[in-house]
């Protein structure tokens, strides 16, 4: 993607004005936050990044670790309309639906419906792999910096079905990654074997993908960065966002529940929790939450080589410097019903037929909510405030996202040329 054919909300590569921003405010100390923050630091700003916790507690804690560098397709595929009546009747499916919040969910669910068409998902497509494309070269700059490379594992991951009709029924989405030019590698039952042996050898189908990378602990990671943030100069405070105080041009202050802020510019980075405060800053985005959940093995006994996504039942089990770990299942929820641990012991029930001679002594069940618009393409904008930004909606691939979000959003502080058309990531596009 070369032009930026969408203007952004200042013309694009325009000098920095005279009132460019000297003091950034960051708001969330998640993976995409603090690649934020690393980004803007590199350009020369003072940095203050603003959370309740401590840097990497929210969702960015307990995902599956996966930088998914081969990645383009959207959660809304064609045809996902008639998967909707069995994920209100499923509560344990790999997507579902708590009735509860059905009323409130509606108009999301509506526009992710949408998001669904053919026409649409092409182009969506289109912007997921411009990003994805640049999220591992993204991250080696952070971490060759940070001195973590180590953390960093460059195996690919690999997709397996054991039945033909799971096989079959991801050809659609293999399709669309060809038309992205995604580097894939074909499997069958034998070269599954010989290159997962843990694997149980009833699985009949595998594609590999080698531009997938891994890190071997993705809380850790954000832990990491935000450290090597802090010994830059950069400051990281404790504190829960409230709202702003505003000046004609835009905020002129974060507020928070122990006092405010004097910034030149903020960068909304809040994860799932964004929406309120970006209504503040005057602009209405569809935001949801998909939860996931996970299951943490420290001693599994078996370990995957790799990555491996479970294609029949959705879900990813991953090696981890800490043990393994399967992760995935949607359960569409809101950010206030309780968990509902079930769906995590079904990650175990089906990992436990995936690897024989599984061991789940110590395992441990988590609970995240990724910040999910209906298009699942994130939101990686300026506002129409000039000193606004927002950085939240990367749904199932924040962390894969979080670097590239890092360098785009320096850009466009920068009023930078992105390189990237950035029409897709607005703020304020056609929902
Ligand atoms: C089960 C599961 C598996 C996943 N696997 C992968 C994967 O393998 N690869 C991948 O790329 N993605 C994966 N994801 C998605 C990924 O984890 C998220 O997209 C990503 O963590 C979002 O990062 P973030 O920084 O936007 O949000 P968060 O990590 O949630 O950070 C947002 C921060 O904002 C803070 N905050 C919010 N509101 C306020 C406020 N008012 N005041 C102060 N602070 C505030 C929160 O405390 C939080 O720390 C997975 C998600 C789940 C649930």
Redesign the pocket.
Known sequence: MANESQPMFRSAGAARPANAPRHVGV?????????CALYLQRDGLRVTV???????????????????GA?CEPVAMPGIVWRVPGMLMDPLGPLAIRWSYLPQLAPWLLKFVAASAPSRVELISKALRALSLE?VPAFKTLMREAGIMDMLREDGWLSVYRSDKSFAGAQHELELSRQNNVKMEILGQHELRQMEPTLAPDFKHGVLYPEHA?TVN?FRL?QELARHFVNRGGRVVQ????GFRKGPDGPTHIL?GAGEHAIDAVVL??????K??TKMLGHRVPLDT?????VMLPNPAVMPRR?IHIGDYGF?A?PLEHGLRF???VELGGLDLPPNYDRARVLLERGRTVFPGLKEEGKTE???????VPDSVPVISGGHFDNCFF????????????AITGRLIADLVANRATGFDMGPYRVDRRW
């Open positions: 708001i969330g100390a998640g993976i995409v936050g603090i690649c603003i959370d309740r916790g401590p840097p990497g507690e929210g969702t960015s804690k307990g995902n599956a670790a996966i930088i998914a990645s999220a891994h993705n954000v504190e829960e966002v409230l928070t980075a809040a994860g799932a929790w964004s309120r405060l998909e939860r996931g959940y996970h990555p990813v991953t992760a995935g299942t988590w609970m995240g909510f990724r910040p999910s950085a939240y909606g990367h749904g199932h691939l924040g962390l894969t996202y979080g």
